[in-house]
């Protein structure tokens, strides 16, 4: 029976990430559906945790962190947790051999997150490995099916999809990370002299993880690629977007896609990789 409740674990991670994120389900849609669920419980993993220090005001989240980090201790351990999201999690972390050193890197960078609100340049490098490049690797190890050649070959370019991904969302959630959360990660930088200057050089850095990323996507396993690549089209538009804007507006609203356009970048996604011409 116990195969009935890692079914119902992971129907929890799956409505966990349709619930949080439209564009990400989209790229979930478009990979093999023998690799949706273990993205699914990824996915749900990561959201939980930045959840607790994101979006849990009142509550004391420091402890809900500590014990966040000790379930998923005590989940792998056990290989079960009556947490469904943590229990869909601890089979993939088996199932493909994900390090624990990756989860641990995860965890601290969502702790930083609990006591520091700007960064210099060695703890913004820290926090972007730790929040988005480490997932990355993540979901390559779902990706490659155990193949450790393919694994260490995609390392560098999985890293630099994540970095990407994490900085336009720097971008995209400035206003509410400044003035809801009193967060800056952008490394000492001051958000109240946020300029076009400032922005530019954000900007030039992103594009080359963007170019250094796509090198990658261009080699993952069919089965990976056109959902990775939809991801990738997606953040490429919005961060387009992002830079047809002047500084100023960043601070004042969070610049979005609609959905009638995903939908769009979708099916041109589709289109390119069905011509293999990403």
């Known amino acids: 029976m116990k195969h009935l409740f890692d079914n119902v674990s992971a129907k929890c991670s799956k409505l966990t990430t349709k619930e949080y994120s439209t564009s990400f389900s989209l790229g979930i849609y478009f990979l093999h559906k023998k690799i949706h669920d273990p993205i699914y419980a990824i996915y749900g993993f990561v959201r939980f945790a930045d959840e607790i220090v994101d979006s849990f005001h009142g509550y004391d989240k420091k ?24 229990n869909s999690f601890q089979k993939v972390v088996h199932d493909y051999n994900i390090e624990w050193e990756l989860i641990d890197t995860f965890l601290k960078s969502m702790e ?7 960064h210099d340049q060695e703890s913004y490098k820290e926090y972007i490995v730790g929040s988005a490049e480490v997932v990355g690797l993540m979901c390559l190890h779902v990706f490659v099916k155990g193949d450790a050649t393919m694994y260490e070959k995609q390392k560098p370019y999985a890293m630099s ?3 990407a991904f994490q900085k336009v969302n720097f971008l995209r959630d400035a206003k509410e990370d400044f ?48 959902g990775v690549y939809l991801a990738y089209i997606y953040y490429q538009h919005l961060f387009n977007k992002i830079k047809s804007v002047p500084a100023e507006r960043i601070l004042k609203e969070r610049i979005r896609i609609p959905n009638l356009n995903k939908f769009g970048l979708l099916f041109q996604c589709y289109l390119r990789n069905q011509l293999n011409i990403l």
């Open 63 to 86: 402890r809900l962190m500590q014990q966040f980090r000790n379930d998923t201790v005590t989940a792998l351990e056990d290989k079960i947790s009556l947490n469904p999201i943590l």
């Open 112 to 118: 930083m997150d609990l006591e520091q609100s700007a």
């Open 161 to 163: 999809l994540g970095s």
């Open 179 to 226: 003035d809801s959360l009193g967060r800056t990660y952008f490394p000492d930088v001051s958000m109240k002299n946020f300029d076009q200057k400032i922005k530019k050089s954000i900007e030039s850095d992103i594009e080359k993880d963007f170019q250094h990323a796509l090198i990658g996507i261009k080699e993952l396993p069919s089965e990976a690629r056109l």
